[in-house]
């Protein structure tokens, strides 16, 4: 056995109704080192984390941590052995205190009472330690996203792990949070803990990660020192496709389609905290991509334009119009359409039938007196499943039984045929397939060819640079930098992203 | 790949078909142990005493349906009903008709306010229609001093004692009309679409731009609207309002209708027809019951335990799919 | 930064933190100025005493909400327990404290079982065992009330001895529940668990907490305190009523409510509590000495009351959720 290495996961395999989520997937983590773990979404990660946390339990393979087979049934199982997780969406008590999330489950006690000064004090001291000043006592729920994270990664330092797994511990903090986490970080490392360290970001991996394996269809298709591996080498690797066939992966450019007049303008919008004075404007015919790191205001801005938050100053024009778009039904009125990236919780109705999702949002214009027209509701969905290839095999079904892609194309059918002229599309290519994803970005540009606008965020850059004509970078809440046509690469938004600097 | 799933499709079909028709079967087969066991269960008497019974549950339990489909609860019908009792008898002296009027008016205001606080302030619909329950009650009580008001107008008791074609008794017809345009309203109109989207996807229904705010209060308005009929046709039927007693624990009744009817009690699609054999179930109970001569509070226990063992079934044949 | 906020004195926060105690305050004033009799030690001993049946089942509704859920079932537990109560009173006090008290953790325990086993919403499993439970005291007590001629004096000092000179006993069990069961939430893990639970029960199954027990537990509680209201109350009344508790659980909800406990769970004081029956109680006081205005003012101003403490608290919850 060897002395270096902390954990060894053999031959996990792991199978969903359907999907065989783990493929024989080996991953060796190294003692004291912080090792990477990539893929897109969907490639197993969280299925991989989820087993070795005892969340699921793995129909086949072994776990070796420290030299030792262990079997972990559940996440206190997991804790107690030494493995600590800090997952992407926060499990913590927001009512409780900062002070209370740290111990809980492990209180400190005194005679079977809870010693609340003993807890506070060595809160305290962890939260000090991360170069982090809070009062311990104060609600969580009252602290920012940041505070709350840093929170959760000194209750998984707190319980003397060997091993800290960071599910996406950065896609909601910004550059500054960021530094203070790798700072963290790199503590752990000196005091000899092994960190798991799951992200999208390759300058993170790049600047922390001594080690990485990258997983693509629940099958481990690369592991590596990092100093081994090069960028391209790794996204080829995390999508399955040799460098040169991504360079190639550019649409043509067709300007004639695109006119100079604005469809929707937005004038100096303000919602503090993400959006700090922001003007966009969004042309007929053409696909505008926002571009920003998670956390830089581009969810919120893409929500502001369709009404769904309070716009504190600022104002829209369109079509040259000056206008209020208060709420999503001035914005639908307006021939606003949005997609939110949200499918599960701001998307689908779960237990309705595809039928009736797709139909959702133009039930008035296809009833009379209310009165539904099953017919005509029959022919709109009819003509939108051809059209959009979604496989399904009786309209009637619910929703929730479509795979994501179909499901999300469901989403967009519901917003196509109530025939926008601006469709806002937040990470229209989140959580699903390779294949689905291609046919969606297809889809969007066949519609910019039609005539519609298409207002896109998303994360994955490769995206952007594919379908946009004209990509706005933003950053902290603010525009720093645009891009038009061929000057759309991967990199030139990255170097907006790092080093852009405030325009107006 | 694809069989698996169609498999599975098909068996999704299976167990939903059960789960609609679960409520149907317990009915049927309460119905069918009546008819051999209970003497004289099966004549026109009894089902008519049994229809005139259901009625005021029943209309109660439809709006309660909607409710629930929306992921709400209302528990002030039954002080809704105390007050249109209350003040359609304490005005009967402008006539009975003006008075039914102002009576129902006053109880879809109260389901407005209800449906108004709980949108705005998104607070828990359980609180605010609890308040309402106490509140209303009491407001209900005063305007009569808490004392018995009898009814002397024969145009209003119509109503409770009328025999259409000297057979049918109007507040079945009523009724009958009642769960034919809830049903038609759930399952054919825009509106029952939006009951099931805000009660399974409150955020995902806002960004459609369907005006939630609009729809819940016309969700706890016909809740109310209901009760308020309910609470006339109650009065009508005993000539005389008393605002203690008037539907108190009514909301009981119905929400036990609604859960055995199968409309998820988390929101989902309101299921009308469910409902009306729920309705119709807890009431054969308490008919079989009174006319085997036994204590009346074995039906008690007997509702309880059907409640549990419908959403225990449901629960289990929904955990399968 | 932080500790300038608690320096300063912050109406806001008070307001939002001891809304029920300011409430208390301002009515027991607003009475003593208005009302000679109200100051009297009689009095005053009568208003605490009338409302700790009210108040246990209050106590066992808070705990049961903090963590999550909801017990319509304690009116009827109540009953029940008190009229196992009053069959046995005239047996060895033990037997009948145990036996009753063990008749309130039974049902709690059918309770819990229906939420956690069976996986019934709460609000429904418990409706469930009030109606069947209440059709079961029917029967048994054939509705009549269970006189109890031969009570042992020990049974008769329950709720009327006093222990403790001028502290009826009634009274004294009642500080000592909240006492004990205010350090309970604060200073025991399974305490700090109920809060847990109630405020995110996923997190709390991914730090380890046992959810189901938990949850059981305070089912179990909530009963439990209802069997103690009950046996109070068969001691009080020398008789085990077969309507006693009815529509309790409104009040008792009411009262938690009124008291700061979010009705979603997670946040919420046994003090909080206490002070949300108080004004329950001091409201019911002001209406009965109020000659003039009939006592169903009282309904209405109690529903006013509850309306706008939710509305007070459901503004800070959108405030948290931004």
Sequence with gaps: MDRDVLLHMKNINKQYPGVKALNNVELIVSRGKVHALMGENGAGKSTLIKVLTGVETMDSGEVILDGETIVINSPAEANHKGVSTVYQELDLIPDLSICENIFLGREIRKNSFIDWKETERRADEILKSMGIDVNV???????????????????????????????????????????????????????????????????????????????????????????????????????????????????????????????????????????????????????????????????????????????????????????????????????????????????????????????????????????????????????????????????????????????????????????????????????????????????????????????????????????????????????????????????????????????? | MVAPLKERLNRDIVINRLIDYSPLMVLFFIVIVNVIFTPNFASVNTLRNLAIQVTSSLLVALGMTWVIASGGIDISVGSVMALVSMVSAKLVGIGAVQSITIGIITGILSGVLAGAIIAKFNIQPIIVTLSLMIGIRGVAQIINDSKILRLDSPEYVFIGRHRIFGEIPIQVVIAFVAIIIMYFISSRMVFGRKIQAVGENHKATELVGINTFVVKIGIYATCAFLASIAGVIDTARISASDANILGSMIELDAIAAVAIGGTPMNGGKPNIIGTVFGALIIQVITTMVNMNNISFEYSLILKAIIIILALWAQRFLHSKR | ???????????????????????????????????????????????????????????????????????????????????????????????????????????????????????????????????????????????????????????????????????????????????????????????????????????????????????????????????????????????????????????AIAATVIGGTLITGGRGKLSGTFFGVLILGIMRQIFNLQGNLNTWWQNIATGVILLAVVIVQSRTMIKKKL
């Design chain 1, 137 to 504: 006592n104060d609600i969580l729920s009252t602290k920012s996203t940041a505070i709350q994270q840093m929170v959760s990664i000194a209750r998984a330092i707190s319980i003397n792990a060997k091993l800290v797994v960071l599910d996406e511990p950065t896609s909601s903090l910004d550059s500054s949070e960021v530094q203070i986490l790798f700072q963290v970080i790199r503590d752990l490392k000196a005091r000899g803990i092994s960190v798991i360290f799951i992200t999208h970001r390759l300058d993170e991996v790049f600047e922390m990660s001594d080690e990485m394996s990258i997983l693509k269809d629940g099958e481990l298709v690369a592991t590596s020192k990092t100093e081994n591996i090069t960028r391209l080498e790794m996204v080829s690797k995390m999508i399955g496709m040799d460098a040169s066939s991504i360079v190639s992966y550019r649409k043509a450019y067709n300007d004639s389609k695109i006119k100079d007049e604005a469809i929707v303008k937005g004038i100096d919008l303000v919602a503090k905290p993400k959006v700090n004075g922001q003007n966009i404007e969004v042309r007929k015919g053409e696909i505008l991509g926002l571009a920003g790191l998670l956390g830089s205001g581009r969810t919120e801005l893409i929500r502001l334009i369709f009404g769904a938050d309070y716009l504190s100053s600022g104002h829209f024009e369109v079509n040259g119009e000056k206008t209020k778009i208060h709420n999503t039904r001035a914005a639908i009125k307006n021939k606003i359409a949005y997609c939110s990236e949200d499918r599960k919780s701001e998307g689908i109705i779960p237990y309705m039938s595809v039928r009736e999702n797709l139909t959702l949002a133009i039930m008035g214009s296809i009833s009379r007196f209310g009165l539904l027209s099953r017919r005509e509701q029959n022919k709109i969905v009819d003509k939108y499943i051809k059209a959009l290839k979604i496989k399904v095999s009786n309209p009637n079904q619910p929703i929730r039984s479509l795979s994501g892609g179909n499901q999300q194309k469901v989403l967009l059918a519901r917003w196509l045929c109530a025939h926008p002229e601006l469709l806002i599309l937040d990470e229209p290519t989140r959580g699903i397939d390779v294949g689905a994803k291609k046919e969606i970005l297809d889809l969007v540009e066949q519609l910019a060819e039609d005539g519609i606008s298409v207002l896109m965020v998303s994360s994955e850059l490769e995206e952007l640079v594919q379908s946009c004509d004209r990509v706005q970078v933003i950053k902290d809440g603010k525009t720093v930098g645009g891009l038009k046509n061929e000057a759309i690469t991967v990199s030139a938004i990255m170097d907006k992203i790092a080093h852009g600097a405030v325009i107006n």
């Design chain 3, 1 to 251: 930064m932080d500790i300038k906020k608690h320096k300063n004195f912050n109406l806001q926060y008070v307001l939002k933190e001891h809304s029920s105690l300011l409430i208390f305050i301002l009515l027991f004033i607003f009475a003593s100025i208005k009302y000679d009799v109200f100051l009297s030690r009689l009095f005053v001993t009568n208003l605490l005493v009338q409302n700790t049946m009210v108040g246990f089942i209050a106590f066992g509704m808070t705990i049961v909400i903090i963590a999550g859920g909801i017990d319509l079932s304690v009116g009827s537990i109540l009953a029940i327990s008190g009229i196992v109560a009053a069959r046995m009173s005239s047996y060895n006090i033990v037997i009948v404290v145990a036996l009753t008290l063990l008749t309130g953790l039974a049902l709690g325990s059918l309770n819990a079982f229906m939420v956690v086993k069976l996986k019934i919403v709460p609000f429904i499993a418990t409706l469930a065992s009030m109606i069947g439970i209440r059709g079961y005291i029917h029967l048994t007590t054939g509705s009549k009330s269970v006189p109890t001629p031969d009570r042992t004096l020990a049974f008769k000092a329950i709720a009327k001895g006093e222990i403790i000179p001028m502290i009826p006993n009634a009274l004294l069990w009642f500080l000592l529940i909240l006492i004990i069961g205010g350090l309970l939430l604060k200073y025991t893990r399974f305490g700090r668990h109920i809060y847990a639970i109630g405020g995110n029960i996923e997190a709390a199954r991914m730090m380890g907490i046992n959810v189901n027990k938990v949850k059981w537990a305070t089912y179990m509680i909530s009963g439990l305190l209802a069997s103690v209201s009950g046996l109070v109350m068969t001691s009080r009344l020398g008789s085990g009523q077969f309507t006693a508790g009815d529509g309790w659980e409104m009040y």
